[in-house]
């Protein structure tokens, strides 16, 4: 017990002083993560909207899909980078392999389908609003798609918000494909695995506190966006 409250009045110094590995973890952890969920939006988004407003023969299919890839396993997805971006993969030429740009491919795939299933979600109640107004007006598909991502961007905010908090705590296919190297790939999670193995409670509480607080913030800004706590459905 001692040894938990010692780590905890450690990681409260540690957090205090800004340490510099926490810095250095925290913001690497947030730069990848935020270039995946712009790289993922800008992809999810208008699938979304393509979706709710198109009709073709497959739409089903492909909606199911999605719907499908939303629980993905992660470290399946991380094999597949893995395997795509080793020296015998396909794309072993461009030595991604192990750096944050493997991490971001991965962090893409695995949002990608949870942003799209949201938004298409958001905006099909949308367009059935819509969905007169638009015809007579003889817009074109372009033009739909984007008025439903206009009129719908606190939905889609929120969308990529979700995307945000599960990228930000992704663990296993981050470990395949980034390899948790020191100064370079380590983000929080992988340094929370990492330091726990070694017995550095510090170190890795003063890690979850953040990440803790991250979520927490993803999570408000999702009520607030939704302003579920004003109409009665908190």
């Known amino acids: 017990m001692s040894d938990l409250w010692d780590g905890l009045s ?9 340490d510099a590995d926490l810095v250095e973890i925290t913001a690497r952890s947030l730069q990848v ?16 909207a393509f979706l709710a407003v198109r009709r073709f023969r497959m739409r089903r299919l492909t909606i199911a899909v999605l719907n499908a890839l ?13 395997v795509l971006l080793s ?20 962090q893409v795939i695995i949002i ?3 942003i799209a299933s949201i938004a298409h979600q ?46 930000i ?13 020191d100064h370079h790939t380590r983000v929080l999670t992988t340094a929370i695995a990492l330091e726990t193995g070694k017995g550095d409670f510090a170190l ?7 990440l803790i607080g991250l979520a927490i913030a993803v999570n408000l800004a999702i009520h607030w966006l939704t302003r579920t706590e004003q109409e009665g459905r908190w």
């Not at 990681?11 to 002083?17: G, M, R, V």
């Not at 993560?33 to 979304?48: D, F």
């Not at 020296?87 to 991965?106: C, D, Q």
């Open 10 to 18: 450690q990681a409260w110094i540690l957090l205090w002083t800004l």
């Open 33 to 48: 993560t935020l270039t995946a969920l712009a790289i993922a939006s800008a992809i999810a988004l208008p699938l979304g």
């Open 70 to 82: 939303m629980g993905l396993p992660p470290v399946v997805v991380g094999l597949v980078v893995y």
């Open 87 to 106: 020296r015998a993969g396909p794309f072993g030429v461009l030595g991604l392999l192990f750096t944050p740009t493997a991490m971001i491919i991965a």
């Open 112 to 114: 990608v389908p949870l």
């Open 122 to 167: 958001a905006l099909r109640e949308l367009w059935s609003d819509y969905h007169d107004l638009l015809i007579s007006l003889n817009t074109s598909h372009v033009q739909r798609m984007s008025a439903l991502l206009w009129d719908g961007r606190r939905a889609l905010l929120t969308a990529s918000l979700a995307g945000f908090g599960r990228a």
């Open 169 to 181: 705590g992704e663990v296993g296919a981050i470990m395949i494909v980034g390899g948790n190297i």
């Open 204 to 210: 890795a509480l003063a890690l979850g506190f953040i």
